[in-house]
């Protein structure tokens, strides 16, 4: 199926990792200008191999204001446009840590790498959008926004902001600055929360089987997602072909998942039922 992203230019943050470099190379794939942001390997976006006439890779901290701007500016000084972005990029304290003992210092930390961060990255492209009057934006939050997730509070506030009080309300705002004509659908934001899925960082936990039975022990499907499940969607929600008529939604590709499991059967005691 055509999507109609051939020659457009995408923004993908944190491209290096395991979810943004499928995404990088799925668009790359369509025909799609690529921008591969990466905070600090760019052996591994380098290791992305995109054709070097279609992309541009970008070294940022996404918690600063200069170098989101730099990130922006580099993209359009190369593509003259940004018609998409993916805010992707975040990271996460691997360890459980219980609220009780979280120091200010992550919690801090952890909002400004996902949070403030896609703020920042959104401001920019919205001022992109402005003078365009197009554009559109795939936000990747989490389950953990949607069902919550103990020992990381700070992570699953955070993407919570984004799946729902973020995305409903941009939705709104560049449809202002984007607006829809007879010959264009209008300007889009879309969020997707992926549930587990086996990249890197989580590629460890999931070779464990009795971790992997936990897990999914709430899909309807019960099966660990690929990055490229991910990336079919991103893409798809990108294009005004295909997704004309979808904006403000937060979609979860989590195999049917319904919740956390929170006990083991044995450690739940029936007489106290």
Same mark, same amino acid.
């Given at each position: ?10 923004? *993908? ?5 395991? +979810?943004?470099?499928? +995404? ?13 942001? =990466? ?26 204001? &200069?170098?989101?701007? $730099? ?10 446009? *940004?018609?998409?972005?993916? &805010? ?38 919205? /001022?992109?959008? &402005? ?23 700070? =992570? ?7 799946? =729902? ?8 705002? +560049?449809? /202002? ?5 007879? &010959? =264009? ?27 992997? $039975? ?29 997704? /004309?008529? +979808? ?12 919740? $956390? /499991? ?12």
């Amino acid at each position: 199926m055509e999507t109609g992203l051939r020659e457009k230019v995408v923004i *993908v943050t944190g491209a290096s990792g395991g +979810i943004g470099s499928a +995404i990088a190379r799925k668009f790359a794939e369509e025909g799609a200008n690529v921008v591969a942001h =990466y905070r600090r390997h760019r052996a591994q976006a380098e290791a992305l191999e995109l054709p070097e006439e279609q992309s541009l890779l970008v070294g940022a901290d996404l918690t600063k204001e &200069a170098a989101v701007r $730099r990130l922006f500016e580099s993209a359009v000084k190369r593509f003259g446009r *940004v018609d998409t972005l993916v &805010a992707n990029a975040g990271s996460w304290e691997s360890h459980d840590v219980p609220l009780q003992d979280m120091p200010l210092r992550q919690w801090r930390a952890t909002l400004d790498a996902v949070l403030t961060s896609t703020f920042l990255c959104m401001r920019e492209f919205f /001022r992109c959008v &402005a003078r365009q009057k197009q554009g559109n934006a795939v936000l990747i939050a989490s389950t953990a926004g949607v069902f919550g997730e103990a020992g990381h509070a700070d =992570y699953a506030s955070a993407k919570a902001a984004m799946a =729902y009080g973020l995305t409903r309300t941009l939705k709104n705002e +560049i449809a /202002r600055i984007a607006p829809h004509t007879k &010959a =264009y659908c209008g300007g889009r934001v879309n969020c997707i929360c992926p549930g587990w899925t086996m990249v890197p960082r989580t590629a460890g936990k999931l070779r464990d089987p009795h971790i992997v $039975r936990r897990v999914t022990a709430t899909m309807a499907l019960p099966q660990v997602a690929h990055p490229d499940d991910i990336a079919n969607l991103a893409v798809f929600l990108s294009s005004d072909r295909l997704a /004309r008529h +979808i904006t403000g939604q937060t979609i979860l590709a989590a195999g049917g998942m319904e919740g $956390r /499991r929170l006990w083991q059967p044995e450690e739940v005691d029936p007489r106290n039922v």
